[in-house]
């Protein structure tokens, strides 16, 4: 889709036009939205001034400094999950573009100065194999054993996905050994439902939301599989 350029007021208007009754948070995203990091601080201002909803960034972590952090505690951010790909600097670099440094100090540094809760998204590829989880679990631990612990497989076609979610469930055994906060809402949340929505702007440059997409997956019928194994 062709890019919309929007206010910060005006995108938060529009979200305010959602189900508040199904809403709780507001989750910020990319790409890397810090390369935006003003516009990221005024979008989090925005939402806790006119909400009561809780505010997550989601980021590599290779953008926060200091006053990033002083900024954010000052606004009531409620969350920073930082995503953490690898151990290995050359597999990171790879991957994200950047080394895995500038992610590791973003996560000392959230750590030590950060007021809200601080999450690390998980996201073991195939040739991650359980030593080297645990081995990335233990390293995570020694910066901060209070982190909260998301993984996150690949997507895969759907003939794999009972697969996957089985792998996913091994691992969250393995970082249950190291962190007490591990979300496995996967696994036990009974049913999800689903709405796409995207800003589109008409000939007279209104912009406006318009829902895409809406599904409900029953997720028990997906892992029928926890009852036997």
């Known amino acids: 889709m062709p890019p919309v350029g929007i206010s910060i007021d005006k995108l938060t208007a529009l979200l305010l036009t959602l189900d508040r009754d199904a809403t709780t948070m507001f989750m910020i995203s990319g790409g890397e939205p810090l390369l935006q990091k003003e516009e990221v601080l005024k ?22 400094d200091a006053n990033f952090v002083e900024e954010a505690n000052a606004l009531g951010l409620d969350r920073i999950n930082i995503s953490f790909r690898s151990l290995d600097d050359e597999w990171h670099k790879g991957y994200t573009g950047h080394s895995n440094r500038s992610t590791i100090d973003a996560l000392k540094l959230v750590s030590e100065k950060f ?50 979610e089985k792998r996913r469930y091994e691992l969250d055994e393995i970082a249950l050994q ?4 591990v979300d496995r809402s996967v696994y036990y949340s009974t049913q999800y439902r689903g709405i796409r929505y ?18 409900e997956r029953n997720k028990e019928a997906r892992t029928s599989w926890l009852k036997t194994s």
């Not at 040739?127 to 895969?156: M, Q, W």
């Not at 190291?178 to 906060?181: A, D, H, L, S, V």
């Not at 995207?198 to 599904?215: C, S, V």
Request: charged share 25%; proline share 4%; with cysteine.
């Open 178 to 181: 190291y962190f007490k906060r």
């Open 43 to 64: 979008l989090i201002e925005s939402f806790k001034k006119n909400t009561n909803y809780s505010v997550m960034l989601i980021t590599n972590g290779s953008l926060i």
């Open 115 to 164: 007021e809200g809760l601080t999450a690390v998204s998980l996201i073991p590829f195939s040739n991650v194999d359980a030593s080297t989880f645990r081995d990335t679990c233990e390293f995570l631990h020694g910066i901060n054993p209070e982190f909260a612990i998301k993984i996150y497989c690949p997507f895969c076609p759907d003939h794999e996905r009972e697969e996957s």
């Open 198 to 215: 995207q800003i589109e702007e008409d000939e007279r440059g209104y912009l406006a939301l318009t829902k895409t997409d809406e599904w």
